[in-house]
């Protein structure tokens, strides 16, 4: 039952950062084409190229550094996992 939870976990991860990535490039598009009468990228603070090149690749980064620290956390669980199994294959020899 764990392993069906640590799985659909990793499945989890997976659709995040999927649409992390999605909502970045969405994102760096709305600031750089404008936002239209919302008030968004058309607003006082203007928008443009630069405006989205920025945007895109700060949430490119933020996205790095969220999605790896979720999978190194499902990495560690792994690695523990076959350390376990492995000292146990050696305490029965």
């Known amino acids: 039952m764990r392993d069906f939870f640590i799985r659909s976990l990793e499945t989890v991860v997976n659709v995040i950062v999927i649409l992390g990535a999605i909502a970045v490039v969405l994102a760096a598009l709305v600031v750089t084409f404008g936002g ?9 603070m203007g928008g443009g190229p630069l405006a989205g090149l920025l945007v895109l690749i700060v949430g490119g980064i933020y996205l790095i550094l969220v999605g790896g620290f979720m999978y190194l ?4 669980y792994q690695n523990t996992k ?8 050696l305490a029965g020899r």
């Open 36 to 44: 239209g009468h919302m008030g968004g990228a058309g607003g006082p």
């Open 73 to 76: 956390g499902l990495g560690i």
């Open 82 to 89: 076959r350390t376990a199994e492995a000292v146990e294959r």
